[in-house]
């Protein structure tokens, strides 16, 4: 199909001669927000990595916009990775590590009309106020926000001013996250995945590592489900995350409840052997 950007096949890993990832294909699409699910060990920041070129498969192909990543010399100007953690040897503010997403471009915070840009990108993730602090001095949960709005920063184009829809130095942008609501609160994770919702929308390809299913589910427009290492079921995401299919990967009864105002249903589960001691309380 000609909105996929990314795709891969026949990606395996092996380590201590086990295969721990056999990923026969994989697509995400321009415009779509797809978000990889499973349990612990199943292969998601290990499909992820290998996606962004931070780990080597054992086999199979990556394709950017239908083109080999191995034969592109410009992957950096069309693709972002946002990690679960990043250390940095140096102490920089977080103006200067959003800054380093323009690198690969050749702007400098020097260029006019620069650092307006990183503070306007800050103030859409909510860190507008500490734009002069050393990134050490965060909390996780910062730290992770300022790592998304760098890896935003790498993507949009030099005239976009944050205010109108998004603009992209590519025309197949992606962005690959690793679990980047792991470390936020309840609000600032719905914030964050909104402000992603709103890129795909302007025709950014999103792939996010998510372990928060319902998150996955009311954010999404696509899932892809793995169970040690391997696919279970890839698609719409209410299509993918069924309750009877995740009570099977997960070994764990789900249910799911209507809201008022919601769109699709909650998932909800009981804590296995836990029924009578709820009950009783």
Same mark, same amino acid.
């Given at each position: 199909?000609? *909105?996929?950007?990314?795709?891969?096949? $026949?990606?395996?890993?092996? =380590? #201590?001669? =086990?295969?721990?990832?056999?990923?026969?294909?994989?697509?995400?699409?321009?415009?779509r927000?797809?978000? +990889?699910?499973?349990?612990?060990?199943? $292969?998601?920041?290990?499909?992820?990595?290998?996606l962004?070129?931070?780990?080597?498969? *054992?086999?199979?192909?990556?394709?950017?916009?239908?083109?080999?990543?191995?034969?592109?010399?410009?992957?950096?100007?069309?693709?972002?990775?946002?990690?679960?953690?990043?250390?940095?040897?140096?102490?920089?503010?977080?103006?200067?590590?959003?800054? %380093? $997403?323009? +690198?690969?471009?050749?702007?400098?915070?020097?260029?006019? #009309?620069?650092?307006?840009?990183?503070?306007?990108?800050?103030?859409q993730? &909510?860190?507008?106020? /500490?734009?002069?602090?050393?990134?050490?001095?965060?909390?996780? $949960?910062?730290?992770? =926000?300022?790592?998304?709005?760098?890896?935003?920063?790498?993507?949009?184009?030099?005239?976009?001013?944050? &205010?109108?829809?998004?603009?992209?130095?590519?025309?197949?942008?992606?962005?690959?996250?690793?679990?980047?609501?792991?470390?936020?609160?309840?609000?600032?994770?719905?914030? @964050?995945?909104?402000?992603?919702? =709103?890129?795909?929308?302007?025709? %950014?390809?999103? @792939?996010?590592?998510?372990?928060?299913l319902? +998150?996955?589910?009311?954010?999404?427009?696509?899932?892809?489900?793995?169970?040690?290492?391997?696919?279970?079921?890839?698609?719409?995401?209410?299509?993918? +995350?069924?309750?009877?299919? /995740?009570s099977? @990967?997960?070994?764990?009864?789900?249910? &799911?409840?209507?809201?008022? #105002?919601?769109?699709r249903?909650?998932?909800?589960?009981?804590?296995?052997?836990?029924?009578?001691? %709820?009950?009783?309380?």
């Amino acid at each position: 199909m000609s *909105d996929i950007v990314l795709s891969a096949e $026949g990606l395996t890993m092996v =380590r #201590g001669g =086990r295969c721990i990832l056999d990923i026969p294909s994989f697509a995400a699409r321009k415009g779509r927000l797809t978000a +990889l699910v499973g349990p612990n060990g199943a $292969g998601k920041s290990t499909l992820l990595r290998i996606l962004a070129q931070v780990l080597p498969p *054992d086999a199979g192909t990556l394709r950017l916009s239908g083109v080999d990543i191995r034969d592109s010399a410009r992957v950096a100007l069309t693709r972002a990775y946002m990690a679960q953690s990043t250390s940095l040897s140096v102490a920089l503010t977080v103006e200067e590590v959003v800054a %380093l $997403g323009r +690198l690969p471009h050749g702007e400098s915070p020097q260029q006019p #009309g620069f650092r307006q840009r990183v503070q306007a990108l800050l103030d859409q993730l &909510e860190l507008g106020n /500490l734009a002069g602090r050393l990134l050490p001095t965060l909390s996780g $949960g910062e730290q992770q =926000r300022v790592q998304l709005a760098r890896a935003l920063f790498q993507l949009c184009a030099a005239d976009f001013d944050h &205010e109108s829809a998004p603009v992209f130095t590519s025309a197949t942008p992606v962005l690959l996250c690793d679990e980047p609501t792991s470390a936020l609160d309840v609000r600032h994770q719905h914030s @964050v995945l909104g402000v992603l919702r =709103r890129y795909a929308a302007s025709g %950014l390809c999103v @792939v996010v590592v998510v372990h928060d299913l319902n +998150l996955a589910r009311h954010y999404a427009d696509d899932a892809l489900l793995l169970a040690e290492g391997r696919p279970v079921a890839a698609g719409a995401v209410a299509d993918v +995350l069924t309750r009877t299919r /995740l009570s099977d @990967v997960y070994g764990t009864p789900f249910q &799911e409840v209507a809201l008022p #105002g919601t769109a699709r249903p909650f998932f909800i589960t009981e804590p296995v052997g836990a029924g009578e001691s %709820l009950q009783e309380a």
